[in-house]
């Protein structure tokens, strides 16, 4: 089974800090994403990489970066905690090409509340 | 990038079944239609894909009319276990040189009482 983790099931930051979410997946997949998940809007993308070192911009990359050194890693990175930035912060991977498109292996979650 | 809608909430009793349609009027040609499931505290999990016609795993089946400007999830005999939010997302495959546009629906509340 593929499995993705995420560093922190919760985590509670202070408005300005920096804040680092990490995610390891053990397929050797190539693509890999960071959604943010809040009520009444669904998943929505951040950012992801399809491959070590490169990086796209999802649908709200503002406020975050991402670093993906190794293929099995990707961490979002929050350069100043904002409290409009507390939600559901969600890790996924899946192969390219990929037997089925889209077929994303998701991690727990990370539940960020920044104060 | 097409835009997808779905049902907010659906009630139903266990053993019965559940149809959630997902409406995307402006899907590309090359769009896929992919089914995900999420219980509380968990990530999504993948449950079925189809391009066109019908296509039915061990979980759902997926129903997609000819013009497929829409798509329905069919769960069979519902249980209690059954209770989770279904999402709905369209896009196209990702290549080696590009990467199609994707979004997931805002998701479906499906609650099965006894």
């Known amino acids: 089974d593929v499995k993705v983790t995420q560093s922190s099931r919760y985590l509670v930051k202070r408005t300005g800090e920096k804040v680092f979410l990490e995610c390891v997946q053990d397929?050797?997949?190539?693509?890999m994403f960071w959604y943010r998940q809040d009520p009444g809007l669904g998943l929505r993308l951040i950012y992801f990489?399809?491959?070590?070192?490169?990086?796209e911009k999802g649908d709200i990359p503002e406020g975050y970066s991402v670093s993906r050194e190794k293929k099995e890693r990707f961490s979002l990175i929050l350069e100043s905690a904002s409290t409009n930035q507390t939600s559901m912060y969600l890790c996924?991977?899946?192969?390219?090409?990929?037997?089925?498109?889209?077929?994303?292996?998701f991690g727990p979650g990370t539940r960020l509340t920044v104060t | 990038l097409a835009k997808t809608t779905q049902p907010i909430s659906m009630d139903s009793y266990e053993g019965q079944e559940v149809n959630i349609t997902c409406s995307h009027n402006n899907i590309a040609t090359n769009d896929y239609i992919t089914w995900y499931q999420q219980f509380p505290s968990q990530g999504p999990r993948f449950i079925i894909q189809g391009y066109k016609t019908k296509v039915t795993n061990e979980v759902a089946s997926l129903f997609i009319p000819a013009d497929r400007k829409s798509s329905t999830l069919s769960l069979p005999r519902v249980s209690l276990s059954d209770t989770a939010v279904y999402y709905c997302?369209?896009?196209?495959?990702?290549?080696?040189?590009?990467?199609?546009?994707?979004?997931f629906g805002a998701g479906t509340q499906v609650v099965v009482t006894p």
């Open positions: 997302l369209v896009g196209a495959p990702m290549t080696t040189d590009s990467w199609g546009k994707f979004q």
């Open positions: 996924a991977s899946s192969p390219l090409p990929g037997r089925a498109p889209y077929e994303q292996y």
């Open positions: 990489s399809y491959d070590v070192k490169m990086k």
């Open positions: 397929m050797d997949h190539e693509n």
